[in-house]
Structure formats: structure tokens, C-alpha cells
């Protein structure tokens, strides 16, 4: 089970894992509110190999299509209520996350580790062939040991995801997404910060090619 830092490389081994066999693709998202969630959402819609996408969402806040469905669920810590409409899919893409500015390790760690943790184990234990997809972040310290909290915490989290049966885990670990399409960030300094690097984003892509990319690259590429 591969931990994969470059984002294209890890793109094409998604692809490898998740359409072996053949057939179409049954998709959980969670995040889909998120920036990176919007991004995989729009673009698993429209792609004809994706049979189905389940979003878990604490409000209802999504236009249901032909291929999208949604289930709100305030505590997403605790999926027992809603176990019985979660099995028989392909694929998870784990897309939630907060910024660890001004949080203690502990509250990070609770709705880092824990949440993304407990949701694994329930969608493991109901989808044994799934594969899931967690996105996490540049810097991510796989020792544990490390000086930044949030890096340690993120650590801890992958390590945990690949000890896990699924039929395979993968990491992403981007250093800046650019939003696109009207996908917008819910942290509002963020937005601002991303206003200010769209015009720069063409010279990073350039010189950092495997770490810088688009909403729009992760939803298509994730689809694919």
C-alpha cells in the first residue's frame, strides 16, 4: 500500500487501483463542501466510469443528480446510524480536514486523526476490497517524532490508513492547490491567500511541478 508524494504519480496508481476489473465505480466522499471535496466532486459527475457518488455532508447543502446522492450526518465520528447505506462501494475519498493554526494538538488531533481514523475502520469493515484515497498535506512527518504538531498529527493518521485492509491506501500530499471553476475555500484568509497566488501559480507549476496543482487536476485525475 503505497504512500505517494508526487501528485501525478500518485494519480496513475489510483487509476490502476481503483478500475482493476473493469466496470464502474461506486464513490463515498467526504468533504464534498471542501475545496479539494468540490473539485473531485465536479468531476466525477460527468465521468462516465463513475457509476455513483455518495457524499456524507452534516447539512444538506447539495443539488442530488442522477449519480449523486447524499446523506447528512452531524456526527461523522459515528457512522453506526448510517452503516447499513454504506457498503458496496469502491472507493472513499477522505477530502475533510481543518488548518491547525491556533488549535492545541489534542483538539487537532481529534478531528484529524480520530475522525479520519474511525471512518476508516467502519468503511473497511463493510467494504474489505475498497480503496481509500486521503488527502493530506506537504511536510506530512511519517516518524511522529517531528518539531510541528499538525505533521506529526498527519503522520500518525497515514500510518494508522496504511495498516488498515483495504485492497489499497493512498496519500496525497499537495503543497498548494489552486482553486478553479468558482471553487472557493471556507477559511476565509485562505481565499485571500489564493487570490493573491493565482497569478503566480503558472511559475510554480513550472518549478514545482509535482507539488502544485489545480482543483481541477485533483477531481479529474482522481475520477480517471
Known amino acids: 500500500m503505497p504512500v ?15 478500475r482493476i476489473g473493469g466496470g464502474q465505480v461506486r464513490v463515498v466522499l467526504f468533504g464534498a463542501t471542501g475545496m479539494v471535496g ?6 466525477c459527475l460527468p465521468d462516465p466510469d463513475v457509476e455513483s457518488v455518495l457524499a456524507i455532508v452534516r447539512n444538506p447543502s447539495l443539488s442530488e443528480q442522477d449519480k449523486l446522492h447524499e446523506i447528512a450526518h452531524q456526527d461523522v465520528s459515528d457512522l453506526s446510524a448510517i452503516e447499513g447505506r ?16 491556533g488549535m492545541k494538538e489534542q ?15 467502519t468503511l473497511g469493515k463493510l467494504n474489505p476490497t475498497m480503496t ?9 512527518d511519517s ?6 504538531m499538525w505533521a506529526r498529527v498527519k503522520g500518525g493518521t497515514e500510518n494508522a490508513l496504511l495498516k488498515m485492509p483495504f485492497k489499497a491506501v493512498f496519500l496525497f500530499r499537495p503543497a498548494y492547490i489552486q482553486p478553479l471553476h468558482g471553487i472557493r475555500t471556507k477559511t476565509a484568509w485562505y481565499g485571500t491567500a489564493y487570490a493573491l497566488m493565482r497569478p503566480l501559480y ?10 502544485v496543482t489545480t482543483t481541477e487536476c ?3 485525475d482522481h475520477a480517471e
Open 38 to 43: 468540490q473539485g473531485v466532486l465536479r468531476e
Open 132 to 140: 481509500f484515497i486521503y488527502v493530506s498535506g506537504a511536510g506530512t
Open 218 to 220: 485533483v477531481g479529474r
Open 107 to 121: 483538539a487537532y488531533r481529534r478531528v484529524t486523526y480520530d475522525l479520519t481514523v474511525s471512518v476508516a475502520r
Open 4 to 18: 505517494v508524494q508526487p501528485m501525478v504519480a500518485a494519480f496513475a496508481l489510483v487509476r490502476a487501483f481503483v
Open 86 to 101: 454504506l457498503s458496496g462501494y469502491d472507493a472513499c475519498f477522505f477530502c475533510l480536514g481543518v488548518s491547525a493554526v
Open 143 to 148: 516518524t511522529e517524532r517531528g518539531r510541528l
Open 202 to 211: 503558472p511559475l510554480l507549476k513550472m518549478l514545482l511541478p509535482n507539488y
